[in-house]
């Protein structure tokens, strides 16, 4: 695949926004650059594999998988259109990806080499800047993810999932948007444990539920854990 059908969106990408179409063409027509197109479940990068490149979803979606020893599948992460992945790896000691890259959904990928960034973080201040910035993001991202997922208990995490859904909607009545084995996924949690604990928090009269939506019934206590 060609860049030049994505030079109009990738000016207005925050990496690039210091370059002007003609500057972004004559660049990618020097760089040794990939656009790849996936279909849904494709794997992109395997644990261990070796990150050559920085990558920018053009279009789709990625997930970031790690699957324990038993199978356990741990959703890491979701990219979506716009986003990139590889940046915190690119320029390590160790440059293997550390868990699974996967199209969640058919997506095109653009590919960057390592020498080629280096080149842009030279040239340019403003892409060094907002490269530094995604890694800076990135860092405290992953943090927080595996301070949650560590940290707290079912309860703790669907509590706060719920309760920050309501204070940002208003609403009592919440819209999960994701299947359970995605939101276990997204916990860190098996299917069965997350059914468990909101069979247990309906019974304690916390809160109702149906297929699509949880409304809750106690805020005091939603808010109290």
């Known amino acids: ?71 356990k599948v741990l959703t890491v992460a979701n990219f979506k259109k716009g986003d990139t992945f590889g940046e915190n790896l690119l320029f390590g000691d ?34 060094l800047y907002q490269y530094l910035r995604t890694l800076s993001n990135r860092a405290v991202n992953l943090s927080s993810k595996l301070k949650q997922v560590t940290l707290k208990t079912i309860r703790q995490q669907i509590c706060e999932f719920l309760y920050n859904k309501y204070v940002n909607s208003g609403q009592s009545t919440i819209k999960i948007g994701m299947s359970k084995k995605e939101w276990a996924d997204k916990l860190g949690v098996q299917r069965p444990s997350l059914s468990r604990e909101l069979i247990k928090m309906k019974e304690e009269g916390i809160i109702d539920y149906d297929k699509d939506t949880i409304s809750i019934l106690n805020i005091q206590a939603l808010n109290g854990i």
């Open 1 to 71: 695949m060609t860049i030049q059908p994505y030079i109009p969106y990738l000016v207005n990408h925050h990496l690039f926004n210091d370059f002007n179409k003609d500057e972004l063409t004559n660049f990618f027509s020097t760089t040794d650059y990939s656009i790849k197109a996936y279909s849904k479940e494709d794997i992109i990068f395997n644990e261990e594999e070796i990150c050559s490149n920085l990558s920018i979803i053009l279009e789709g979606e990625v997930e970031i998988q790690k699957i324990d020893p038993n199978g």
């Open 94 to 127: 160790n440059n293997t990806y550390p868990m699974t890259v996967l199209s969640k959904t058919k997506s095109t990928i653009l590919h960057i080499p390592k020498d080629s960034v280096a080149l842009l973080c030279q040239k340019s201040t403003s892409f």
